[in-house]
């Protein structure tokens, strides 16, 4: 479904990306700590990219002053040439499948975290994509209602039959959605596997990650910075 290949990418001084290279298998659930990104396309390619692909950004990204109906309709205006009619039963379908349609009128500010959350997710499944790209799908909720859109994330990619890709720092969400796992450090994959045998992993980085330690390599470069300040 997705594939990298020596992925390079660099902001001044910073590698982001060093070769990183990382295969991602149809209606595969992976869980990934780092970011990507999609650059140097035209417009016109980039939209059909798109088409493609749903994406729920980390704090929903819903336009404030469009209520719900009109934000889960505008990858279908912006992308499609359907009618109003056609575009309207979409909407119903997909707001019914996060346990939204009720919702329609509402304004974004009269939604909670975990409802604005659920809108994001119907308006990234409009279009029907191949790929689903989540980053920090639980930031900003608490336990419960996190738990609620992992299990929601896995439901509706299964129904949906849809690969999809997680950024997240919250290792009790990454557990709960991934089918594999990979570590992002320093620009490139330094694991990829299982959630199971990611738990037993060897790799210091990965077993500090996942701990939470403030002993092990993730820090080391950082105090060393503070202290020769």
């Given at each position: 479904m ?9 902001f001044?001084?910073k590698k ?10 149809p209606?595969e659930r992976l869980v990934?700590?780092?970011q990507f990104?999609?650059?140097?396309l ?5 939209q059909r990219?798109?088409?493609h692909?749903?994406m729920v950004y980390q704090?929903?990204?819903l336009?404030?002053s469009?209520?719900?109906r009109?934000n889960v ?7 499609t040439?359907k009618s109003?009619?056609?575009i309207?039963?979409i909407?119903d379908?997909?707001?019914d499948?996060v346990?939204?349609k ?7 500010d009269?939604l909670?975290?975990g409802?604005r959350?659920?809108?994001?997710l119907a308006r ?6 191949e790929l689903l790209?989540l980053?920090e ?13 992992d ?7 299964e129904?949906?039959?849809?690969t ?9 969400s990454?557990?709960?959605?991934a ?6 450090y ?5 694991e990829e ?13 990965v077993a ?9 390599p993730?820090?080391?470069?950082s105090?060393d910075?503070?202290?020769?300040k």
């Amino acid at each position: 479904m997705v594939e990298l290949r020596d992925v390079c990418m660099q902001f001044e001084d910073k590698k982001v990306l060093d070769g990183c290279s990382l295969k991602v298998e149809p209606e595969e659930r992976l869980v990934v700590m780092g970011q990507f990104e999609i650059t140097g396309l035209s417009r016109r390619k980039l939209q059909r990219v798109r088409q493609h692909i749903g994406m729920v950004y980390q704090y929903s990204a819903l336009l404030s002053s469009r209520t719900v109906r009109d934000n889960v309709a505008l990858p279908l205006e912006e992308l499609t040439d359907k009618s109003r009619a056609e575009i309207d039963k979409i909407i119903d379908e997909k707001l019914d499948l996060v346990g939204m349609k009720d919702s329609k009128e509402l304004l974004p500010d009269e939604l909670s975290g975990g409802m604005r959350k659920r809108v994001a997710l119907a308006r990234a499944l409009v279009l029907e994509p191949e790929l689903l790209l989540l980053d920090e799908p639980s930031a900003g909720l608490d336990p419960v209602i996190a738990s609620v859109i992992d299990e929601l994330i896995i439901s509706l990619s299964e129904k949906s039959k849809v690969t999809s890709i997680t950024v997240t720092h919250e290792m009790e969400s990454a557990f709960r959605i991934a089918t594999r796992m990979a570590m992002l450090y320093q620009g490139k994959i330094i694991e990829e596997g299982e959630p199971e045998a990611f738990k037993q992993s060897k790799n210091p980085v990965v077993a500090q990650f996942i701990s939470g330690s403030t002993e092990g390599p993730i820090l080391e470069g950082s105090v060393d910075a503070i202290t020769k300040k």
